[in-house]
């Protein structure tokens, strides 16, 4: 048995089921995550690609790659694609959408130029033929002209997106595990004539991260966006080192569908450790034990399939399944307490409650247990 284990596993007999409830091993819990988009609608994400992104995307044979003309097009297929991945993967996990840069404006604080497309829940079939529609080659600008419409000031202000963001986390209906926001954007440099403006997104980042609300960039090349410098402003918003801006500022944007999804998807990963075990070093001269805690990752296990969920027949309602155990003689039910288990010995059974059980299968703590140290001179140079 794994020292992952919280508790050690049970008896293999059939006539144990009430006491495997009670000490089932290691439990995974359950969580939701929460991914907002933010994406501005200035006008250049409506030009065509970068030749840079061009040369990426190669337009090759694949059709979802040959109709995506513009960053636009680009940023709302890979949503639609990223709502569909998670219908499949996690459907528990919420998604929203929120524009800014647009003429209309759709939110709790009535800022200018920020429109909530899709407010923070799970995926659904309206929201993916939406996106849909609005990356379609032939009608995706009468769409998104008719709905949201794009505005040409430069006035709109990223520290009231990231708010609006903020707001929409701490409004959710569901506790959140993980909180992300990814920005789309083709805009190296959103407030530049504005330093007010500029500090205030600043902060808000700040804020966000403080908050454990993670933050991403995924720039968008156009024809008159040609190069992407996080330097910029996107340095201090990303929290960057020099050797990660260098690395970031080193990397070519995609104009492929699907290199821009493995993007999002390595960003979206979850990063949790399976399980966490104490690694003991002793004890101390009082007598205390010095104990740490270890985390360990599992970086690659098989993926099972999904739990199944027995719905009532008539109602289409998930069901509850609830074990009794009957005295045979007076039908009288039966307690956990009043349960024992027992072996078959030479001919004579013998019992044991719960707790007794419990210490059989116990013998030690699980965790890790220094024996002692070498010296360096022992360690082999191969």
């Not at 407010?119 to 949201?148: C, G, H, M, V």
């Not at 202000?157 to 990814?182: D, G, H, M, Y």
Request: with cysteine; charged share 25%; hydrophobic share 35%.
């Amino acid at each position: 048995m794994s020292l992952l284990d919280q508790n050690w596993g049970g008896l293999a007999s059939n006539d144990e089921e009430a006491l495997d409830d009670n000490y089932q091993g290691r439990q995974i819990l359950t969580s939701r995550d929460g991914t907002l988009m933010l994406i501005e609608c200035a006008q250049e994400m409506f030009e065509s690609l970068s030749n840079t992104m061009k040369s990426n995307a190669s337009i090759d044979d694949n059709d979802d790659d040959s109709e995506l003309k513009t960053g636009f097009q680009l940023v709302m297929r890979a949503c639609q694609s990223f709502y569909q991945s998670k219908i499949i993967s996690n459907d528990k996990d919420l998604s929203g959408i929120i524009l800014y840069g647009t003429e209309k404006n759709k939110n709790t604080f009535d800022f200018n130029h920020i429109y909530i497309l899709h407010e923070l829940a799970q995926p659904s079939a309206d929201r993916i033929i939406q996106l849909e529609n609005l990356s379609n080659k032939a009608t995706y600008k009468k769409s998104f002209n008719d709905l949201f419409g794009s505005t040409p000031s430069k006035g709109y202000s990223l520290n009231e997106a990231l708010w609006t963001c903020s707001n929409l986390f701490a409004n959710s209906p569901q506790r959140l595990t993980i909180k992300r926001v990814f920005i789309f954007t083709c805009n190296d440099q959103p407030h530049a004539t504005n330093l007010t403006l500029e500090r205030q997104a600043k902060q808000r980042a700040k804020d966000l991260n403080d908050v454990g609300i993670q933050v991403e960039v995924f720039p968008i090349l156009t024809e008159t966006k040609i190069k992407f410098d996080y330097k910029k402003f996107f340095q201090d918003v990303l929290m960057l080192s020099d050797d990660e801006l260098e690395i970031r500022n080193n990397q070519t944007p995609t104009g492929r569908l699907d290199e821009l999804l493995k993007l999002v998807y390595s960003k979206e990963h979850k990063k949790r450790a399976y399980c966490t075990v104490p690694l003991s070093l002793g004890k101390s001269t009082d007598g205390t034990p010095l104990q740490l805690s270890v985390s360990v990752f599992n970086i690659v296990r098989p993926c099972p399939k999904p739990t199944k969920i027995k719905l009532d027949m008539k109602t289409n309602m998930e069901t509850k399944l609830v074990t009794k155990h009957y005295l045979p003689e007076t039908a009288e039910i039966l307690m956990p307490s009043d349960i024992q288990y027992g072996v078959d010995v030479s001919n004579r059974r013998v019992l044991f409650d719960a707790d007794e059980i419990k210490a059989i299968k116990k013998f030690t703590d699980p965790g890790f247990q220094i024996l002692g140290f070498k010296n360096l001179s022992c360690l082999l140079p191969h």
